[in-house]
C-alpha cells in the first residue's frame, strides 16, 4: 500500500516536471497572418459551397414547378381521342353488331 | 476570464477586430496547453491555429459569453484529440530506449549547464509522453487537463459536459494504467 503511494507520488513529481519542461511556447511572427489565411479561405470555401447548394435548391424547385405545371395542363392533342377507353370500345363495335352481341347463333325456322 | 463579455459579443458578431483581441490574448495560454497535451512543438501552432479557426467559425453558437472559457477548451481538447488520432503516436513508436540513446548521444556533445537542463527537460517530455501511450488519446488528454494544466473537476465538468462522477471514475482508471506503465518502466531501469 505504502508502495502504490510512493508511486503515485513519483507520479506527481513527474507531472509537475513536465508542467516545468513544457513552458507555454513563444508565438511565432506569422501565426495571426496565416490564421487569416486559413480563415479567409475556410470562408471561400463555404461561400462557394453554400452558392452550389443555392443554386441546387433554386434549380430542384423550378424543375418542381414546371413538373406540376406540365401534369396539370389538360391533354388536348389532335391525335389523341377525347373519350374513355370504354367509350372507343363501344364505338368501335356497335351493340347492333351481330357478332358481339349475339353472335354465331342463329335459329333457322325452317330448319335448315 | 481574460476578455470582456462585450468583446465576446461584438466577435460573435463577426467584428474581425474583436475576434483578434481574443486570438490575441488567448493564444499564448492555448498554445501552451496544446504543447503538453500533443507533445510535438512542431504541429503546435498548427493545432492552435485549427481552434481559432473553429472558435471563429462556431463562435455564434455560443449562448452565454460566461461559458467562453470551457468552450474555448472544448475545442482545444477537441482539436488535440483529432490531432493525436491522426498521428497515432504510441508507446511502442517511441520507445524509452530510443530516448535515453538520443539523450546518451546529446550528453555526449552537450557541454554546458543550459544545455543539460534542457537536455532533462527533453527526457521529462519523452518519458511522461512515453508513459501517456498507456493509455487512449482521450484519457491522455483528460489525465493532462487534470494533472498537468491543473484544472478542477468542475471545470472538467463544464468541459465536457458529463458529470464529476463519471469523470472521477474514467481518472482514476487512466491514472492506474499510467502508473502501472510507470511502475513497469521503473523496474525496467532499476536492475540497469
Known sequence: MSMRGNEDEKLDALFRAYRKACPDPEVSANFMPTLWARIDSRQTFLFSFRRMANAFVTAAVALSVALGVYLSIPRSTPGTPPETYVEVLAAANPLDTPDIVSPAVRVDPNGR | ?192
Open chain 2, 1 to 192: 476570464m481574460l476578455v470582456d463579455f462585450e468583446l465576446i459579443k461584438r466577435a460573435q458578431n463577426k467584428d474581425s477586430v474583436a475576434f483578434n483581441e481574443i486570438v490575441l490574448a488567448y493564444r499564448k495560454r492555448i498554445l501552451g496547453t496544446i504543447t503538453r497535451l500533443i507533445a510535438r512543438s512542431e504541429d503546435v501552432e498548427d493545432v492552435a491555429q485549427e481552434v481559432f479557426l473553429r472558435l471563429y467559425f462556431s463562435l455564434d453558437q455560443l449562448r452565454t459569453p460566461e461559458v467562453f472559457e470551457p468552450w474555448l477548451y472544448r475545442l482545444t481538447v477537441n482539436a488535440a484529440f483529432d490531432y493525436l488520432r491522426k498521428q497515432r503516436r504510441r508507446q511502442e513508436f517511441r520507445m524509452s530506449d530510443l530516448s535515453e540513446q538520443q539523450v546518451l548521444m546529446a550528453d555526449a556533445t552537450a557541454g554546458s549547464k543550459v544545455e543539460h537542463e534542457e537536455q532533462t527537460k527533453k527526457k521529462v517530455r519523452e518519458s511522461v509522453d512515453s508513459l501517456l501511450g498507456a493509455v487512449s488519446e482521450a484519457d491522455r488528454i483528460l489525465l493532462m487537463m487534470k494533472e498537468v494544466e491543473g484544472l478542477s473537476l468542475k471545470e472538467l465538468e463544464k468541459i465536457y459536459k458529463v458529470n464529476e462522477n463519471a469523470l472521477k471514475v474514467r481518472l482514476f482508471r487512466a491514472r492506474q494504467r499510467v502508473l502501472k506503465a510507470f511502475g513497469a518502466a521503473g523496474k525496467k531501469e532499476g536492475p540497469g
